[in-house]
């Protein structure tokens, strides 16, 4: 890939990382939640919540594709080497770091509430 098919791909990945650690910061509990519901003639749906172990588990995969394309940056920054690339770069490993470590906190408090029920 190209550098700039690398950031694009990088900043997407980066926007469903946020949204799902978003998503999993608002639920109140880490229970898990009923993929059926009923509608009001009491016929199954299919809800579109996911349990906090999804989010977790699509969390990690997102993550572990963020850290490939910073892998791959980081090559591709290597051998095209510039001012404005290695702040991308930079940028980039920032953001992976950030997003590390408050799936780290949010993952972990998920583990204390669900061994505390």
Known sequence: ????????????????????????????????VNHLRNDEAGVPLLSNEF????LIVELEK?????TAINSSLRDEYAQNSSTSASLVFQRHSDV????RNEFF??????VKKTRKK
Not at 96 to 99: A, I, M, V, W
């Open 51 to 54: 349990s906090p172990d999804d």
């Open 1 to 32: 890939m190209s550098w700039e098919e690398l950031r694009r791909q990088a900043r997407y990945l980066e926007n469903e990382i946020e949204s799902k650690l978003d998503e999993l910061n608002k639920l109140d509990s880490c229970k898990p």
């Open 96 to 99: 992976l770091q950030d997003y």
């Open 105 to 110: 906190r949010v993952r972990d408090r998920c």
């Open 62 to 66: 997102l993550l572990e594709q963020l």
